[in-house]
Structures are given as C-alpha cells and as structure tokens.
C-alpha cells in the first residue's frame, strides 16, 4: 500500500486535503449514521442528507477545481475525471466514467467498493445518498450548470456487485461563489498526518482502522438539516457513533499495546490516544483532569470541528466528539463511560470542555432515584436525559423502549425551545401532554440534564409536580458532582 502525507496543523488540529479542511472518520460510519436517521425519519433521509451533502461538496470541490485551472485549460471530461481521481484517495471507492451522451448531456458513473453501502445489507433500494450528492456536485462544479443525479444500480442490493449513478445536466447556470470556510494558509509549515492507501479497493487505512476523509463543513450540514425535523436527537445518535465508531477503530489500534499500557500507565495511553485527534482533524485537545480511582476524565478541545457553522448555540454541539470521548476513555479504564459536554466553542465559550465518568456509577444513583419516585402514587415510568437527548437512566414498564421515549421526548422539547425562541419568550421549564390513558411530563432538572415522567390516567397533578421538584432537585445534586468535578482544583 501507498503512503499518503496530509498536512495538519499542530497549533489549530486542522487537517487539510487539498486546501481544505477535512477530518479523518471511521469507513463506516457514514453510512452507519445514514441507516440510523432512516429509521426515525424514513425516506424523508435521502432528500436532506443528498442536499446537505449536495451543498457543501459543490464548495469543496469547486475550490479544488479552481485551483487545477490555474494550473492549467482542460477539456470538461478531462477536468471531472481530475476531480473523480480524488475520491479513491479519499476512501470512497473506485471510480470510471462509464458513458457519456453529449447529446443528452448525461453521463454515468461505475463505482466499486462503495462506502455509502456498508450499513446496508440485501436492501430492496439504491441507498448512496451521499454518493450520489457528490458525483452530481462534481459535474455541476465543471459544467457550470445545475445537474440531478440518480443511483440505477446499488452494490447494498444482492443483485449487483457495484453501483452505478447517471447523471445529468441541466440547463440552469449554477454559480458557488463562497469559499470553504476553512483553507489551507500555504505561508505556514504543516506537520503530517500519514495514512496508507490502497490502490486497488480505493480505502484508506489510519491507525490500521479503515477511514474516509470527509469536508469539515458537511457533518454539521447534515446535523442542521436534521435538527429542524427531530431536533436533539441526532446529538443522540451521533453520540452512540461516535462511540461505536471509536470503538472499532482502536480495536485494531496496537492491541498488544493498549493490553500492556492499561496494567502500567492508562494516564500514558490516553495521553497517547489523544494524540491522534489533531491528526484526524478533529481538534486540539488538553487533558485537564485524570482520576485513575474515580474513573474520571476531564478534557478541552480548541477548534473542535463540529463547532464549524453554528454560531451562538444555546446548547452544545459536539456530540460525535463526545462520543469519541466516551469510546476512547472506556477503552482505557476497561469501563462503560458516559461523556457530557459542559462547555462549547458553539456558544460562545473560549474552548470546549467534556467530562467522562463511568456510567454505570452515575446511572446506578439516578435508576435508585427513579426507583425511589416511582413510589409517588400515579406514577407509570420514567426516565432521565442529558440536555441533548442521551439516555442517562430509566425505569419504566416492561416492553417499553427508553431510548425510543427519550429521543420522543427530546424532539418535543426542542420543538418547544424553538417554538419560544421564536415568539421571543423563555424558554419552558415544564411540558405536560395529555393522552385518554396517561400524561407525558418533560420537565428541566438543572443544566446537564431533564426528567420524563409517564403518569396514570388518575393521578393528581398536584402531588406528582411536588414530587419532580424534589426528584429535579436531587438530579441536579448528582449531575454537579460531574460538572463541578476539578473545578476546585483547576
């Protein structure tokens, strides 16, 4: 295999790929987080996920082309083909034009080794949504007019080996006139992040862990398209694979090593483990607090990339970074972690800040809690969630999804802050919804997390409120002992 050299930025933690900013992600990942919003959201994923993607892989490449025409005039086919050349060295796959009608101005596209399929078995449809949003980017990028493109055939489907997308351009002049957000400074020296190629399935491979490289911009362009439909639970689900994902990756990451580092120095390991997020472009990142005993980790991370594009959030952003967190810190302990998010660059703070701590500690005090409430009359369940929709706890019937429940009742809750938000008011502390057979009671206990009470048809409001204020007030308790964790001594 082929070593490749990308340039990043030791001061900033930013990776770049032919001038831009990107980050380096797990090969599956993509598409393991695409069959996740399919679930909830359904067909409705393929609109949102082709136009975010559409969007910001139009800036992406458009950059890069611009660059290669000062280099030089070539034709149109010769200019896409340059373009197309990219996405094996991006771990996309294997790429052939495989007709062109300049009469109908139609061309399609052969794809092996698609990463868009990798989630995907024995699907009854074409699923490379991304894929799809990014060949029909890079020929409205060169033809200077808008173009549509469709998959005819999908390798996720057992029939066919490999994919093929035809795509065809319009008669609308399509213009991008704004810069990547973040480029290249070719005045500064750059250190390299090395990653190995190979040629014949077009992958990459970092850390030995299969790997894509991915715009900076198009993760939270996807994140707010969803946002506006499901609200905070994509924060949710990006979390959980932000933790499966580096779970995987660091299965393969010097397993004798990491054997070895656990029993000696696990302060050492993660210290090491750290070092490859600047190199992934993710961030810089400062490990403030370790406590071996207590099963604690306290970390700030500078130009953390999923802050790019949001501005003035009115809660933290970086959830696939937590995610990392969580996976990474639960590789070094040998423990289920959990990673909140206290402060972040999104919201105005100086740096983000996340604290991880075994979960199981945690949700042991808070299922006790729940346990100990459910004792109030008219009580039917409930659960309790991080501000961004992660379940923390839950005690509710028997069959009951939880995690379905929080991720109900974090969409309604963000439905309602931003409803508020946009009338001008504050935001509300409380939400009852009545149904014939219970009530839905989504309350806030403090800054880190919020109480979801399911109660009987007869209970009496009355009690119940009196009984989540003491249950809130107890909540906030347990979570300020995460938050205020090492404040004293830093």
Sequence with gaps: MKTLRFPYDEETGKLF??????RINNRTANSLIQGEYEK?????????????????????????????????????????????NLLPL????????????????RYEVKVRNCYNTLYYKDSDKPVCYEMAAKLAAII??????????????????????????????????????????????????????????????????????????VPIEETTAI???????????????????????????????????????????KKRLILKLLSQIPRR????????????????????VRNAMET???????????????????????????????????????????????????????????????EHFALAGGIDGSLVTAKNGNLLASQLPYGVDANRVAMASSIITRATDKSMNELNREPINKITIEA????????????????????KPEASLGLIFNEIRLANKKIKEIMSKIIEAGEKTN
């Design 40 to 84: 909830i959201i359904g067909p409705t994923t393929k609109t949102i996920v082709y136009n975010a993607v559409n969007r910001t892989s139009k800036i992406f490449f458009n950059y890069i082309h611009q660059q290669n025409i000062k280099l030089g005039e070539y034709l149109k086919r010769d200019s896409i083909n340059r373009l197309l």
């Design 17 to 22: 790929f032919k001038g831009v900013r990107v």
């Design 140 to 213: 409205e990028v060169v033809h200077g007019e808008k173009t549509a493109c469709r998959e005819t055939q999908c390798s996720a489907m057992k029939e066919y080996d490999h994919c093929v997308f035809e795509i065809s351009v319009g008669d609308e002049s399509s213009q991008i006139l704004r810069k990547p957000s973040s480029i290249q400074d070719e005045t500064r020296e750059y250190s390299e992040a090395k990653v190995l190629f190979n040629e014949e399935r077009g992958e990459l491979f970092f850390e030995n862990a299969n790997s894509t490289i």
């Design 436 to 455: 014939s057979d219970c009530k839905l009671i989504i309350t806030s206990a403090g800054e880190a997390a919020e109480l979801v009470a399911i109660t």
């Design 281 to 300: 472009g993710f961030g810089i990142p400062e490990l403030v607090e370790f406590d071996e005993e207590k099963f604690y980790v306290k970390l700030r």
């Design 308 to 370: 790019v594009g949001y501005r003035d959030s009115e809660m933290p952003v970086c959830s696939l970074l937590a995610g990392v967190i969580a996976g990474g810190s639960g590789l070094v302990f040998n423990k289920e972690m959990d990673c909140i998010e206290t402060r972040c660059e999104a919201m105005g703070d100086p740096c983000c800040e996340f604290k991880a701590f075994e979960k199981i500690k945690v949700r042991e005090e808070l299922q006790s809690l729940l």
């Design 90 to 105: 991006m771990g996309y796959g294997l790429f052939e034009i495989s007709e062109w009608d300049p009469e109908e101005r």
């Design 223 to 265: 994140k707010k398209e969803l946002e506006e439909i499901i609200g905070a639970t994509v924060y949710t689900i990006m979390y959980r694979l932000g933790i499966q994902a580096t779970e995987e990756a660091l299965s393969k990451f010097e397993e004798g090593m990491i054997k070895v580092a656990r029993t000696v120095s």
